[in-house]
């Protein structure tokens, strides 16, 4: 089982830049591919970006590909999501969510097992 904390949320202004944390906890990190969703009002919860056990393949949303990176460091037990060129569109919370030998095409929320809390993300105009 892992725990999730996301932090670095915030309000930035359109075009600038962002870096989302996720924290895990427990056992095997490195094991785990890993996954970052958002969540806007009165939307249902979408894919952003996911990342391979080892780092070594990642997927993206064609909304965010070229302006979002997603990177893990498996000594830290963190992965990160680097947002750039922020629109207000991307406007959401973005959860991290872990799924036990899971693969990166999975784009479904249901394909992953845990999840964190989330963390509010604000672009203004």
């Known amino acids: 089982q892992v725990q999730l904390v996301e932090s670095g949320g915030g309000l930035v202004q359109a075009g600038g830049s962002l870096r989302l944390s996720c924290a895990a906890s427990?056992?095997?990190?490195?094991?785990?591919?890993m996954g970052w969703f958002r969540q806007a009002p009165g939307k249902e919860r979408e894919f952003v970006a996911a990342?391979?056990?080892?780092?070594?393949?990642?997927n993206y949303a064609d909304s965010v590909k070229g302006r979002f990176t997603i990177s893990r460091d498996n000594a830290k037990n963190t992965v990160y999501l680097q947002m750039n060129s922020l629109k207000p569109e991307d406007a959401a919370v973005y959860h991290c969510a872990a799924e036990l030998y899971g693969s990166i095409w999975n784009a479904l929320p249901r394909d992953y097992h845990y999840w964190g809390q989330g963390t509010q993300v604000t672009v203004s105009s």
């Open positions: 427990g056992r095997a990190f490195s094991a785990y591919a």
């Open positions: 990342i391979s056990w080892s780092g070594g393949s990642t």
